[in-house]
């Protein structure tokens, strides 16, 4: 089951959907899920009501609300498309940590008012440039933020980023979970070594575990070429252990 809703913001007002088990008769532990680059679309439909499912309520919001509403990926086409991932690409560079930050406030303003979302922690997923989100989000938020995961992430922790959330680790006090893609050339090992090395000098309880044989992009159904069942699977098994564990 699901819903549209409007968040104000800052820079605007968000367009998001809220997903919840189908015979859900109370308000259920919040989790925020965020889509990789290619935005909202049906494959992140599916997976956040398949989150839903399992006993909580999915807050899906549109990450690119200043440059457009919906979806941003025309039917039938692909967010790897030539003609559109130059769009994509765009977009997400309008998403400076100065205008995450004013989203994070206000997805949580909005979990605050929507009669779904219980009370108490949250928990954040992101997909490829939005695990960086997640972590960010758990480190400005951890009285709030119960669990941060991030799958097939990208540019965790750049060496030559002076502003890279590996910077900001050590203001999380929640779980922090990472399933990485193999041989991922926007994760290469020397990042994730970097991240490892900056979660646990903060005392950070993490968990990173990588995806042999999935490539980047192993979540999304819509990725050709990319899309990997077995660790898609994994996937979700890792991630709803965390939230049984958390939240």
């Known amino acids: 089951m699901s819903r549209a809703i409007d968040i104000p913001a800052a820079d ?3 367009d998001a959907h809220v997903f919840t088990p189908e015979n859900a008769d109370g308000p259920l532990p919040a989790v925020v899920l965020l889509t990789d680059i290619g935005a909202l679309r049906p494959c ?6 398949r989150i839903a499912d399992a006993g909580y309520a999915v807050l899906m919001p549109n990450i690119y609300y200043r440059d457009a509403a919906g979806e941003i990926v025309p039917a039938g086409q692909s967010f790897r498309d030539p003609d559109v991932r130059p769009t994509l690409v765009e977009y997400a560079g309008h998403l400076t940590p100065e205008a995450q930050s004013r989203d994070f406030v206000a997805w949580l303003e909005g979990i605050d008012a929507a009669p779904e979302f219980a009370e108490g922690k949250v928990a954040v997923v992101g ?12 480190a400005e938020h951890p009285e709030r933020i119960a669990a941060a995961a991030g799958f097939h992430s990208a540019n965790l922790a750049q ?14 006090a929640g779980r922090v979970y ?21 979660l646990a000098a903060a005392s950070v309880h993490f968990t990173t575990e990588l995806y042999r044989g999935a490539p980047h992009g192993y979540t999304a159904k819509d990725a050709t070429g990319s899309y990997h069942a077995e660790a898609d699977e994994l996937h979700y098994k890792r991630l709803l252990t965390l939230l049984e564990e958390t939240l």
């Open 12 to 14: 605007g007002t968000i």
């Open 44 to 49: 992140y439909h599916e997976k956040a009501q």
């Open 127 to 138: 997909y490829c440039l939005t695990g960086a989100f997640a972590l960010r989000m758990a």
């Open 159 to 172: 060496a030559d980023d002076t502003r890279s959330p590996v910077k900001v680790v050590n203001h999380i």
């Open 178 to 198: 990472f399933g990485h893609a193999d041989r991922d050339e926007l994760l290469p090992p020397e990042q994730i070594a970097r991240m490892d090395e900056a």
